[in-house]
């Protein structure tokens, strides 16, 4: 047979072929995401039980552009905890989300996204990394560090009681931190002392997201090294100074 009859016959069996039926493209069976891309899926709130009151600047469409289940939306158990890091750089336009998931069978989940955050409805040159964590044991110690305790805007005061300038060029951290117990979000500019005071919360989440993906590596070039902010931080306390809760809220 030759290409143009092989065409032809291809053409007239298309043509020959019913409509497809528009209530299957409902009825047709939807795969269930795996448990590294939701580790909290299938999940029923319990009667009586309520929804954790998240309050982190991120409106819940926000997170589904990003392709996350809203942090707003997640059951937990007892023993169980979501940790998130927001990444803003204030000068480009390269944003990046990790989410970390422990759950109280012992499984740990790493959900990271990276993406640009601007000129278009969606999320742009989005990069999705989903993966099950080796081990709970570095995020374990998470809920009970007293960072979480700070407020959750601060401005740095050195010893003489001056206050930081405000930051223009660098880079903002939003944490936030979700059990059945505690829901805090704090948030930290890019001064170094800001940032220091979190550095244990965000040492283990950017090691969780890094090593998967080079596209987002390369937006951490100091992988999850933030020795310098901390020794920042370490500075403003052993000259007297301090972190002081923000007047803007």
Known sequence: MSLTAA???LLLQAQAAPAPDPKDWWSARVERPSPDREPLAGRRLAEGASLP??????????????????LQNQILERDEMVVELWRRPSRRVEQTVIRVTVRRDGHAFVQARAGLGCCSPEIGRRVDVDAQLASTEPF????SLPSWDSPRRVVVLDGQGSVSSICLDGTSWDVTLVTTRKVRHLRRACDSAEIGQIADILTPLVSAALGRDPRIDVLFPN???FS??????DAVIAGGGRLEAAKTP
Request: aromatic fraction near 8%; hydrophobic fraction near 50%.
């Open 7 to 9: 065409a032809l016959a």
């Open 53 to 70: 009151a998240v309050d982190n600047g991120v409106e819940p469409l926000l997170y589904r552009l990003w392709g996350l289940q809203p």
């Open 140 to 143: 374990r110690a998470l809920p």
């Open 223 to 225: 992988a999850a090294d």
């Open 228 to 233: 310098a902010e901390r020794r920042a931080y």
